[in-house]
């Protein structure tokens, strides 16, 4: 296990349900790459992401944590619906098409780079209001998908960005 997972892990087991980390964790793990919370969230994915999990909110469809650390925006959450489904997720709101495209580029580009094994499988789903790159090894692993696209939004435009860590 790579040392900021265990980190993370440790503080989970010594805090039970909600993981408070000191400044000093928090620090480190403002520190680390993308690549590195990208491992850290496919290593933890089998383990319901255990290691990453802060407080804890429950109602009848689902368990919602925050997540420890965040790849865009910054209130990334991992849910578990009642049927078991579990993901991390992170969205972020933008009022200019270009700025979320731009943000969306960047989550994909460093995802593509920090996937080192070439045997992921990349598609990509594009229409006038929405684009989606998905990344995945095969129908057992998690999956990556990187999202951009127009909200339902009535009164103005809203352009999102979400990055999506689950079963595909």
Request: hydrophobic share 35%; with cysteine; aromatic share 10%.
């Amino acid at each position: 296990m790579k040392p900021y997972i265990a980190l993370i892990a440790a503080s989970f087991a010594l805090s039970g349900c909600v993981n408070t980390l000191s400044s000093e964790q928090e620090t480190q793990i403002d520190n680390m790459s993308s690549c590195d919370k990208i491992q850290g969230l496919l290593t933890s994915f089998n383990n319901e992401f255990a290691p990453l999990k802060k407080s804890r909110v429950k109602n009848k469809y689902m368990e919602v944590w925050q997540a420890s650390y965040n790849l865009v925006g910054e209130n990334c959450q991992i849910s578990k619906s009642n049927n078991n489904a579990i993901n991390y997720m992170c969205q972020q709101n933008f009022s200019e098409k270009d700025q979320a495209i731009a943000i969306y580029s960047q989550a994909t580009s460093f995802t593509q780079s920090c996937l080192k094994n070439d045997k992921w499988k990349v598609k990509t789903d594009n229409n006038k209001n929405s684009v989606r790159t998905t990344y995945y090894l095969n129908e057992q692993s998690p999956s990556i998908s990187i999202h951009s696209g127009k909200t339902l939004a009535k009164l103005n435009d809203v352009w999102m960005v979400s990055f999506e860590v689950g079963k595909r």
